[in-house]
């Protein structure tokens, strides 16, 4: 349904902002419709309108007495299809909204997937025989025709499809040269088989360079036609597979969401689903569940871990009052938690719409190969309607004349064009793999050349976005291994997350661990327990001090230098005196200074961006060798960020791997997901680090930038063959089977070009 801001009554108030719809486009095959769609809607007064190719989606405000029945009408005059989105599912269901649209792209994937492998398995045995004449036994060109017919009317039944629908509505694409190409070889085999010497037995192929006055009649162009249709079948299968990613970010952050809840009902708890939860609720959170919903917790204190959502690697202490978000995890004690904002009011709807406004928002960049086909469609047609006319007019002789204009409509066929982009993504995603980069499309590519700048989150790409037992202290006097024994088997007992970290350090250097005699959990200050007959506290300082005992000098120091540096730094005691001090971080990875370095050596300058505070990030950034630093963010600064630096002028990729880095990563010129890191970080990014080492987020932008390069040669290529070729057809210089065959070879040029893009290291 359309959405609309309250009008403003009172004087002097800003104007009602105009109603925004986003409908679904059906039917576009290239960025010449989208384009097509988003002129005619713009042509409508009062209607602005966004057409997105990648998302097939259309986001249009338009102005009072528009009615969206209207919109959907224009579009459809247009030659496409249009609807309106489906309403709203109730408030925690609303992952259905994004997966609606999915059995539609499976289906067409589907269908692509099955006319590509079929007309790949009829036209190779076409092509084979048409290329090579020992393969030519008697009445070989009749089993030609059995198998090269169902790929030219089935196989290339959507690009006839979209030839007609642009016909109707006075438009042409490259699927109007391929549809007419394609059935012109097709016919004008059929009538040389039927009503010509092409059908008779012991015909063979000539390789003649001109056209004969009466060689059309004996000259078949069976593989051009199957050869053409496959191979434009297998560039639009890979770019419809590439598209059917679109909305996969939304469903990975919905996906956060919990799907029941235990309300309490009276004093007892009733697990229903997270659909049915009102505002006003209580519900209980365990520990290691999920919070359900946004709320205020009422009753328990614990730890939650929060860094999905903000960035923070050090879970945050949570006690009655405490505000708590849904989809982060409760890392401590038992929880009740009073809801205060469900379904899309909640942070993490909010954040998908941020997501989903990102993606939107970005300006889709237009194929190089879409571009020329604009321009270069309607002028090949031109020059093979011209063409047959001269020849009629200057020799009279129609099949000479036919002949020749066949010969320009195969040479234009624009097969290289086609193939010169998923040729080469298909090699560089497939090197791409064996170093652990996922490019997800040709469309990412053109911003690697202009990236200057690159974002990185701190938590799990910087760093390894777990804590860590860093340093220890010991007071004059006592034992380290004895610190870490006695410590570690008091924490080993706790759930929380430094807890744990103290614990895996403790078995680490100093081997196995005691069992508590007893542990209590001090809620927010840390633990107390007998270890060894030991009365053992662990914790902040101010747990000693409850128990007045005293940090001395040494220990003091060593605490505050820890902090100064970010680190966490827990206080350990037993039997009445301070003992010493452990440290705690999230530790630095072993490579992230090295790669820093070499995204410096490519050009880019590297900003760190992180939701921890300006102690810790400052910390980070100088261990690495960062100099630009932004710390404490929420997940929506962090959009606005890479907006900031987007409007100063600057190319933005930014590298992240968590939930909060999501909507981040679809607004940055260019997304590197850590694949170390969340689903809805991998999907929403356009290139996915599946090491989780950033010295992979160098090698990508250098793969990539090679990749691309790689397809603007293949198309230079492809459209400078066609520029060459087309006047030595339109002059009879060039018979139909020379030209299926030049165009055979541009397409090999192309593969073997892509090709080189294997021995990238």
Known sequence: MPSTVPEQTRPGTAPRAAPEVELSIGGMTCASCAARVEKKLN???????????ATEKARISYADGIEVADLIATVEKTGYTAKR?????????????VRSAAPAADGELLSLRQRLYVSLALSVPVVLMAMVPDLQFDNWQWLSLTLAAPVVVWGAFPFHRAAWTNV????????????????????????????????MPGMRHGFEFTISRSDGSSSIYLEAAAGVTTFILAGRYLEARSKRKAG?????????????????????????PVAQLAVGDRFVVRPGEKIATDGTVVEGVSAVDASMLTGESVPVDVTVGDAVTGATVNAGGRLVVEATRIGADTQLAHMAKLVEDAQNGKAEVQRLADRISGVFVPVVLLI?????????????????????????????????????????????????AQLGILIKGPEVLESTRRVDTVVLDKTGTVTTGRMQLQDVFAAPGTDRAELLRLAGAL??????????????????????LPVPESFENVAGLGVQGVVDGHAVLVGREKLLAEWAIELPRELSEAKAAAEAEGRTAVAVAWDGQARGV????????????????????????????????????????????IDEVIADVLPQDKVDVVKRLQAEGRTVAMVGDGVNDAAALAQADLGLAMGTGTDAAVEAGDLTLVRGDLRVAADAIRLSRRTLAIIKGNLFWAFGYNVAALPLAAAGLLNPMIAGAAMAFSSVFVVTNSLRLRSFT
């Open 43 to 53: 042509r409508m007064d009062g209607v602005t309108a966004t057409v997105n190719f």
């Open 85 to 97: 989105p489906p309403p709203p599912s109730p408030p925690a269901g609303a992952e259905g909204d």
């Open 168 to 199: 109707r509505h006075g438009g042409a694409t490259m699927d109007t040269l391929v549809s007419i190409g394609t059935l012109a070889a097709l016919g004008w085999s059929l009538w040389a088989l039927f009503f010509g010497d092409a059908g």
């Open 248 to 272: 996969a970010a939304l469903r990975a952050l919905m996906e956060l969401g919990v799907k029941d809840v235990s309300v309490l009902r009276g004093g007892t708890e009733v697990r229903i």
């Open 384 to 432: 093979a309607a011209a063409t047959l006319g001269a020849w009629l007019g200057l020799t009279g002789d129609p099949t000479a004349a036919f002949t020749a204009a066949v010969a320009v409509l195969i040479i234009a066929c624009p097969c290289a064009l086609g193939l010169a982009t998923p040729t080469a993504l298909m090699v560089g995603t497939g090197r791409g």
């Open 491 to 512: 924490e080993h007992a706790s759930e929380h997350p430094i807890a744990r970290a103290v614990a895996a350090g403790a078995v680490e250097r100093a081997g196995s």
């Open 582 to 625: 452990l440290t705690v971080a999230d530790a630095i990875k072993e490579t992230s200074g090295e790669a820093v370095a070499e995204l410096r050596r490519l050009g880019l300058m590297p900003v760190l961006l992180t939701g921890d505070n300006r102690t810790v990030a400052d910390a980070v950034a100088e261990a690495v060798g």
